[in-house]
């Protein structure tokens, strides 16, 4: 039976905390992938034969979220994890990565603002959930892509330490 008695609080942070995405990192999610974790329960170790490849976009148009679903009645609890990303710029090249990713499921590194990396889609993979793209109307709209990726997951977000990170084959 796994251990559900609560051992401590959480204290008050520090102020120094910062929102939003900096980097996210996809590759194809992988059965033969292994993790190893600390006494935190931080992954400390990772053996993966995937290349993650790097997404890049502008400050403030991507993040990650994931929800809590619990059911007292049926004694189910899981993760919904959902991270969306805004690219600017219609262009084939961005369109036939939208194609390919929609057809996988991933494993995906978000790497946050403050420098952290947590992992999505660590057991079950996430897929493309919503993929629009769109020329905006007026000058001043958005022409570009909107990108969600959804994962169901039976724990929430495992952080990866940067060492861990370091020892993956990560591509631009």
């Known amino acids: 039976m796994a251990n559900c008695t609560l ?13 939003g995405v900096k980097n996210v990192y996809m590759g194809a999610y ?3 992938t292994t993790f190893t ?3 935190d329960d931080v992954i400390d170790a990772v053996t993966s034969s995937e290349t993650y490849y790097t997404f890049k976009f502008r400050p403030q148009t991507a993040g990650f979220t994931e929800e809590l679903t619990k059911s007292l009645e049926n ?3 899981f993760y919904t994890q959902t991270l969306t990303t805004m690219f600017h710029k219609l262009d084939a090249a961005k369109r036939n990565s939208m194609l390919l990713l929609a057809k996988t499921s991933l494993h995906i590194i978000v790497e946050t603002q403050n420098g952290d990396y947590w992992w999505l889609g660590l057991a079950n993979g996430a897929d493309v959930s919503a993929n629009t793209g ?3 109307v007026s000058y001043g709209d958005k022409n570009g892509y909107d990108l969600t990726i959804t994962g169901l997951e039976p724990v ?7 060492t861990a990170f370091a020892s993956l084959t990560v591509s631009a």
């Open 156 to 162: 929430s977000a495992h952080k990866l330490d940067a």
């Open 134 to 136: 769109a020329t905006g």
């Open 7 to 19: 051992t401590a609080g959480i204290p008050l942070a520090c102020q120094d905390n910062t929102g």
């Open 30 to 32: 992988s059965d033969a």
């Open 75 to 77: 004694g189910t609890t």
């Open 37 to 39: 974790y600390d006494a």
